[in-house]
């Protein structure tokens, strides 16, 4: 089972929650938790242990041929997303807007944009006892994240076989990397907060959700500040409620030390077992 732990904006708490549910199922099965939230990794900092691999990841760029190219322009006429642009008697390339579709590559008639590889971030794989964790994190000045996320998920899907629960820290939002990050997961845990806020951006993140047709439900964290808002908006959408994370001084002192909750405070290991429940009885097609 994959499952994705996502959010409508950040702060939630999703890494929180990610982290201490996939070390709680650890303690009795082998777990994969994968952070894909790229651009910026920290399940890491709650997660230690050997690192097994470390793979550098790339994208393919086209590079312009100057030689044999005859400015015909097809090349631009072709790119959806102005990556490739001619302008005089140049052909100009913006490796921030390719999103490596290969069209202006495959149908250039003299074969002038040829595709190269171009670094974009790093994955690391790191064994701690029934944990595997990956963590990928994009080079500082890349900006698309979705690649990065798409190859993170092959390594896992090529590395570990079905029956192994998949968690993944996702990225906060409703844009194309949460979009990438759930497209092919089997169920959706949204953490929001019971403020105005968090409601709002809950909305959108269900809207989401309902977009792409995956069967999702949520948890509250910081339970007891705010209102009761976030609770009617479910009830009256018939969105289950798996578990309240309390408000609690506790909980934000262990995690400002990088440790995990559940084990120090029961009440909240309490919580997770009421997710692990409910995870269990799931009828997945």
Same mark, same amino acid.
């Given at each position: 089972m994959k499952i994705a732990i996502a959010s409508g904006k950040g702060g939630t708490g999703k890494t929180t929650l990610s982290t201490n549910l996939a070390a709680f199922f650890a303690d009795k099965n082998q777990v994969v938790l994968a952070?894909?939230?790229?651009?910026?990794?920290?399940?890491?900092?709650?997660? =230690?242990?050997?690192?097994? %691999?470390?793979? #550098?990841?790339?994208?393919m760029i086209p590079e312009w041929n100057e030689d044999t190219c005859t400015l015909c322009g097809k090349c631009q006429e072709n790119c959806n997303f102005h990556a490739v642009i001619r302008l005089?008697? %140049?052909?100009?390339?913006?490796?921030?807007?390719? @999103?490596?579709?290969?069209?202006?590559?495959?149908?250039?008639? =003299?074969?002038?944009?040829?595709m190269v590889k171009q670094r974009m971030g790093e994955l690391k794989h790191i064994k701690s006892g029934k944990i595997d964790f990956i963590e990928s994190r994009l080079d500082i000045g890349q900006e698309q994240a979705v690649p990065l996320i798409g190859q993170t998920i092959h390594y896992i899907e090529s590395k570990f076989p079905k029956k192994t629960l998949k968690i993944f820290d996702a990225p906060p939002g409703t844009s194309c990397p949460v979009i990438e990050a759930t497209k092919d997961v089997d169920f959706v845990i949204l953490v929001t907060e019971p403020t105005p806020f968090g409601l709002h951006d809950l909305?959108?993140?269900?809207? =989401?959700?309902?977009?792409?047709?995956?069967? @999702?439900? #949520? #948890?509250?964290?910081r339970y007891g500040i705010g209102n009761n808002d976030v609770v009617d908006y479910c009830v009256e959408n018939n969105i289950p409620i798996l578990a309240k994370i309390p408000n609690s001084r506790k909980l934000a002192e262990l995690y400002s030390k990088g440790e995990l909750v559940y084990k120090e405070l029961p009440e909240f290991k309490e919580e997770l077992q009421k997710i692990e429940t409910y995870i269990l009885n799931l009828e997945i097609e």
């Open positions: 952070d894909l939230d790229v651009e910026e990794p920290n399940s890491g900092l709650f997660i =230690t242990g050997k690192t097994e %691999q470390i793979d #550098v990841k790339y994208k005089g008697s %140049q052909i100009l390339v913006f490796p921030e807007l390719c @999103h490596s579709c290969y069209a202006c590559s495959e149908l250039c008639p =003299t074969n002038s944009l040829p909305k959108l993140a269900v809207d =989401t959700m309902v977009e792409l047709g995956k069967p @999702h439900a #949520v #948890v509250i964290n």
